[in-house]
């Protein structure tokens, strides 16, 4: 198994250094990995629904989930627009999340002695205002969330090479933990 890891690790690193360089487009293809995940989710939930015998609210849910894969891999129009809710629920989790950062930063620096409450405001205004940077400047906001997941695929895959190389010992860090 370490050696699937570390094959794996390398070609996440490959990918995530190639997504860098066309982050735009790698934006444009969360719609396209969202149909996936929907259709293979839909399927295998249908699938349990009837080997289990339970119908109702799951098989519904794992049907519309079929559905709106399959319109979201053969309409460009709604694959573009499933990007664009994309870009701003992420807009609005950064702002959601920067204004409660402030407000637990505000609250704990009340009883701290510790300045630490200083860096939750900081950080909390600056997600604020990438927030309000995705709704102004949606373009300058698909680019940041492609680099976002071209940053996250080279981490996956130097973890995955650090996994496999770690497990390279023969199994002596497995009988250690």
Known sequence: MTVVSVILGVLLVICG?????????????VATLLS???????IMAIVKC?????YGLNIVLAILAVVFAFILMVSPHTSFMTDLIVLYLAAVFLIARGLLSIILAVKSAKGSKS???ILGIILGI?????????????VLGAAV??????????????DL???GFRND?????????
Do not use: R
């Open 17 to 29: 250094f190639s997504i860098m360089f066309t982050p735009l487009l790698t934006f444009l293809g």
């Open 169 to 177: 010992g023969g199994g002596d860090d497995a009988a250690a933990a």
């Open 126 to 138: 600056l997600a604020v205002i990438l927030g309000i940077v995705f709704f102004a400047h949606p």
């Open 161 to 163: 090479i650090y996994v």
């Open 36 to 42: 996936i995940v929907l259709m293979i989710w839909g």
């Open 50 to 54: 009837v080997a289990t015998k339970t």
């Open 115 to 117: 300045k630490m409450w």
């Open 145 to 158: 969330i492609g680099f976002l997941i071209a940053f996250f695929f080279v981490y996956a895959g130097f």
